[in-house]
């Protein structure tokens, strides 16, 4: 099975932000130990007597204003958002970065959050099926940070398996997601920093830790599938996600 942890960055009601991105990670049921231990390795490094202590949320370490990431400083907690990136830039091939980045004004009429939720179940659903032509009968599940949006969540997801989104049926997610405390789930803090690469990406036009992950995005054949930003304001952007879409 695949299982996409998702978590979001930005805020719906924040009218000091522009966009709202949902971001995760696509990983074989194989390779979860992998990448946990892998984190579980850096918390060790910051809290040696109890690494589960450590939760990797990225934009309290940006800050660094709370501990463990207080006494390390800001400068030494952004290398660590970093290193947690860099778990997934050298994962497994198998594992993939997904993310939707919802420029809110060009969206007045959707709810941001369930409109980045549909995009990104299309989108995983694609590549199981892509997966699938290729000779894996696997199936997938979605696994997201408990948030206000668990509710609505799951009822548009039992909605999209009964009648698809608004591009295709799904057919290969097996259930409908699962809500998990991030504080339990290395797979869910990871996704929260992809989330967070991808809003600063957007938001605030830094690139540092965005770029460590961008060759982990979905892609068949040189278009790429795992990143989507929704945007009317500039019909010529740049960025890897509008470039790849006019290309095609």
């Known amino acids: 099975m695949h299982l ?7 805020s719906v009601r924040n009218r000091d932000e522009d966009y709202l991105v949902l971001a995760g990670i696509s990983v074989f049921e194989r390779q979860i130990h992998y990448i946990a231990q892998a984190l579980d390795s850096i918390a060790s490094r910051i809290h040696p007597s109890d690494p589960s202590v450590v939760e990797f949320h990225a934009s309290v370490m940006y800050s660094a204003k709370s501990t463990p990431w207080s006494g390390l400083g800001k400068s030494e907690s952004r290398k660590v958002i970093k290193e947690v990136l860099g778990v997934l830039a050298s994962a497994h091939k198998s594992t ?29 659903d694609m590549q199981l099926a892509r997966l699938y032509n290729s000779g894996s009968n696997q199936r997938g599940l979605l696994i997201l940070d408990k948030s206000s949006y668990e509710n609505s969540l799951q009822s548009l997801a039992h909605r999209f ?18 809500f998990v405390d991030s504080k339990a789930s290395r797979l869910v803090q990871l996704a929260d920093h992809v989330a967070y690469a991808v809003f600063r990406r957007y938001e605030r036009s830094d690139t540092s830790f965005f770029d460590i992950i961008v060759n982990k995005f979905d892609s068949e ?28």
Not at 101 to 122: Q, R, V, W
Not at 162 to 172: A, M, V
Not at 224 to 241: F, I, S, V
Request: hydrophobic residues 35%.
């Open 96 to 124: 993939h970065a997904f993310a939707c980045a919802i420029h809110k004004a060009s969206c007045p009429t959707e709810d941001p959050m369930e409109n980045a939720f549909e995009d990104l179940c299309s989108r995983f």
């Open 161 to 178: 398996r009964s009648t698809g989104t608004r591009w295709h049926q799904l057919k290969n997610i097996a259930e409908v997601p699962l």
């Open 4 to 10: 996409l942890y998702l978590d979001d960055s930005g």
């Open 221 to 248: 054949e040189g278009k790429l599938h795992g990143l989507a930003h929704k945007q009317t304001l500039n019909p010529n952007c740049m960025c890897p996600a509008c470039m790849s879409r006019r290309q095609a």
